[in-house]
């Protein structure tokens, strides 16, 4: 740890505690029981008391630990390197609520430091990094953190009358901070619905107040269409099957020996398949014959759907555009490859990201784990179709306002993205004794922003 400002000093958290680490203790789970916390609950500074889930109170002779006002809990376990070892305060929790066995109970005296303080503190890059240096990996690929690694962690501590100030004036700074980050993030929650609204109506001709003829697609059996909405005048309702050419991907070869004549070719997983766009950051390959690997190959327009998964992700898709060479899909998601040019796929897939997704879920198979849609299921989704003399000019001129949308929800992100560092920089400061009182609303934070 760097040196600290004159009148502080570095302690081991061992020095200040009032009680001994301990490990929380889960009681057996049940329906209204005593309610125990979630890791969920220590995102926040303070435990999020909402992020619990019911028990019974029976506990097998052992005593539950419960939630004391004043306490730090700090996660002892998580598949996430940059999260095991997260840490909140308990302030005044509403209920009586057990602390579960994957959480360390942090009580210090209040006379050598203000658990405010400490809660902040914890949040701060001088702490993840020595909780991120202590950190090992065990089974499973799991994080985890002792008692033993957090007693020795090192805290910055200035007497407690400047503690109470440097935490005064750390929640003024990140109150403006969090202010605007929840106006930021409710304009991209915005921009999102907007997007979506705009693009499922152009993709059923609901964006004029043109009459609208009544739908008159026969039903088939073995699924359940709902309420079609009517369409304008030349539009009209047909079957998937009827416009394109849908098959599912391929299933990728297990072990086997090696084959000098086999080729590598890119796998799309349903991970990579988003809604109104293609996730390519990581594309598995496989080995194939190149008969196989050439008629699984995606071409330029095919739509990419989703066939497995959780059941709010069936149907979502988009447009494959030759982004990566030779690549197939996997056989969770389906190749749609639209047919004499009856539909443009930019609508098939607003629409397959619409009404599509709420069809394949209302006709997904679904015991146990996750939910699948089949072939022959999915090629019997309704679609409805344009005229071709109108489709072109529908896309352009829907993709001229999305193209504003999604500018505006990329400089969003990128302001959220200066709001974590204005977050680790101001923490950073606040515990090496560099803080001075926060700017005005209108200050840099918020123009920055």
């Not at 979630?38 to 630990?65: C, E, H, N, W, Y």
């Not at 700090?74 to 509403?94: I, W």
């Not at 400089?411 to 974590?420: F, H, I, N």
Request: charged letters at 20%.
């Amino acid at each position: 740890m760097n040196e600290v400002p004159a009148g502080w000093r570095v302690v081991r958290l061992a020095d200040v505690l009032s009680e001994p680490l301990v490990n929380g203790r889960c009681p057996r789970p049940g329906e209204g029981g005593l309610p125990v916390l979630r890791m969920t609950a220590l995102r926040p500074a303070t435990v999020d008391f909402t992020q619990s889930k019911s028990s019974d109170r029976s506990d097998d002779g052992r005593a539950i630990l419960l939630a004391e006002h004043g306490d730090v809990l700090v996660g002892r376990v998580n598949g996430s390197h940059s999260l095991v070892g997260e840490g909140a305060l308990v302030d005044g929790p509403p209920t009586p609520t057990a602390i579960p066995d994957t959480m360390i109970r942090v009580r210090v005296r209040p006379d050598a430091l203000d658990p405010r303080y400490l809660a902040h503190l914890w949040k701060s890059p001088v702490m993840r990094r020595q909780i991120e240096a202590r950190a090992r990996q065990g089974g499973a690929a799991i994080w985890r953190i002792n008692q033993r690694d957090l007693a020795d962690v090192l805290l910055p501590l200035p007497p407690v009358v400047e503690q109470r100030r440097i935490v005064g004036l750390l929640e003024d700074h990140l109150a403006l901070i969090d202010a605007t980050t929840i106006r930021t993030n409710g304009a991209l929650d915005q921009a999102d619905v907007l997007s979506r609204t705009l693009t499922a109506r152009a993709g059923r001709g609901a964006l004029t107040e043109a009459a609208r003829i009544p739908a008159d697609l026969p039903r088939v059996s073995g699924v359940g269409d709902g309420t079609l909405p009517g369409l304008p005048e030349r539009w009209r309702w047909t079957r998937l099957d009827d416009v394109a050419e849908v098959t599912r991907g391929i299933t990728p070869p297990g072990k086997q020996e090696w084959n000098p004549a086999d080729v590598d070719v890119s796998c799309l997983r349903v991970a990579n398949v988003q809604r109104g766009r293609l996730d390519l950051d990581d594309v598995r390959t496989i080995r194939l014959p190149p008969p196989r690997a050439q008629a699984a190959r995606l071409r330029a327009g095919d739509v990419l759907l989703t066939g497995g998964g959780s059941s709010d992700s069936l149907g979502r898709g988009w447009i494959w555009e030759e982004q990566l060479p030779h690549c197939v899909p996997h056989s969770h998601l389906f190749r749609v490859r639209i047919t004499a040019h009856q539909l443009h796929p930019v609508l098939l897939a607003w629409h397959a990201n619409g009404f599509g997704r709420q069809w394949c879920k209302h006709n997904a198979n679904q015991t146990v784990g996750p939910a699948s849609i089949s072939l022959t299921r999915i090629r019997l989704m309704p679609v409805p179709v344009a005229p071709v003399d109108e489709q072109h000019h529908l896309v352009a001129v829907v993709q001229a306002h999305t193209t504003a949308l999604n500018a505006a929800s990329a400089a969003a992100e990128r302001a959220l993205v200066v709001a974590g560092r204005l977050r680790r920089n101001l923490l950073e400061r606040a515990f090496t004794g560099h803080l001075s009182p926060p700017l005005s609303p209108s200050g840099q934070q918020e123009s920055v922003l």
